[in-house]
């Protein structure tokens, strides 16, 4: 099967037998070492010398957590959304009683830092800035160099800055501390190339200022405990551990390849499969200054269902992709290519695609 979904991605196969380790007590000596290799090693991919916590729990959970830790009740929220995503990121916010201004932009399109500097500086106060750095639901990835610029010209004033990554770190270059990022969120099912089940958050001096006076309730998703728990090479609560070696090894594996060779491969990935697909005659959703380096939204010809064509892929050709999101469903289809993929998958995905677009048509 050619997995091509975005996420859970496929996994290598060291990272697969790794899953099948004995188990160990997560308050054991084997554990401690198991996590403190994991947190260095994400700090290095995170680029920054802050804090890299691991929670387990999906993606989501760690947008949650971000939240419930650096909010309270009332505060003001800027949430940038080109997405689905991005409405999820806002939608968190507004359910624990952020008081929030969306600031949406068109599906298929990236963000304007200019507009959302207007809306900065257009607020009497804003306590966080949501966004999402890569738009899964559109193949999207956003500016956020030019964002840290925005912010950066607001000195003390600016808001305390909360980044969804999880589909593009582990993929694409994200310096957390050299953009002044203040809480970056991750998930190990997309480019980590590791099982679901785990949600990584780095953290900012200036973000544990501000969680000391937040007031949302918090229990489970306390970074607080997390963070003092880590210390010891713990977590509060069972950890996933099995998930844990599998993203000990897949970590090791992007060591021995390199960030920059890493951040390239993916470009590249995306270029080979955006000119396939232009080569069979189909619109891309999203222009090439803002294309997505781990997904890519195809949109199909009229009258052709992408739920019918997903499922002729799969069922015919046993490639895997997603239709897209909300008004997108039965237009669009999104094809991952990020983690485990090769140029091999890629030419796979383009002749499978063209063999069932040319077979309706023949019909």
Avoid at 23 to 37: A, C, I
Avoid at 96 to 110: A, C, L, M, N, T
């Amino acid at each position: 099967m050619n997995l091509r979904i975005p996420g859970p991605t496929p996994l290598p196969p060291d990272v697969q037998q790794a899953m099948g380790r004995e188990m160990v007590g997560h308050r054991d000596s084997v554990f401690q070492k198991l996590l403190g290799e994991v947190m260095a090693q994400l700090r290095h991919f995170y680029q920054t010398q802050s804090d890299v916590l691991v929670l387990t729990s999906s993606g989501t959970g760690g947008l949650e957590a971000a939240i419930v830790n650096a909010m309270s009740p009332g505060d003001g929220v800027v949430a940038v959304s080109c997405g689905a995503f991005g409405e999820r990121f806002a939608a968190i916010a507004s359910a624990f009683g952020g008081q929030v201004e969306r600031i949406d932009f068109p599906w298929g399109s990236g963000l304007d830092a200019a507009r959302v500097a207007r809306a900065l500086e257009g607020r009497d106060e804003t306590d966080l800035l949501l966004t999402t750095h890569n738009e899964t639901s559109t193949g999207v990835l956003n500016d956020l160099a030019a964002i840290a610029d925005v912010l950066g010209s607001l000195g003390r004033r600016r808001p305390l800055w909360l980044v969804d990554a999880v589909s593009s770190l582990g993929a694409a270059d994200l310096p957390m501390d050299a953009w002044g990022c203040d809480m970056v969120v991750s998930a190990s099912q997309k480019a980590w190339m590791a099982p679901p089940g785990l949600a990584f958050i780095g953290v900012s001096q200036r973000a544990w200022t501000r969680m000391a006076q937040a007031t949302c309730p918090r229990f489970y998703w306390d970074l607080a405990a997390a963070r003092e728990y880590a210390v010891k090479g713990q977590t509060p609560f069972t950890p996933a551990v099995s998930t844990l070696f599998a993203l000990q090894t897949s970590l090791l594996r992007m060591r021995g390849e390199g960030l920059a060779v890493i951040v390239d491969r993916h470009r590249q990935l995306s270029k080979q499969l955006r000119e396939g697909l232009r080569e069979l005659g189909l619109r891309l959703l999203a222009s090439d200054v803002d294309a997505s380096p781990t997904v890519t939204a195809v949109c199909l010809p009229e009258g052709v269902s992408a739920v019918d064509v997903r499922r002729e892929l799969a069922a015919r050709h046993g490639v895997v992709v997603a239709t897209g999101q909300g008004a997108l469903k039965n237009t669009v289809l999104r094809i991952a290519h990020m983690g485990y993929c090769s140029s091999v998958d890629i030419d796979r995905v383009v002749t499978a695609l063209k063999a069932v677009l040319q077979g309706r048509h023949d019909c």
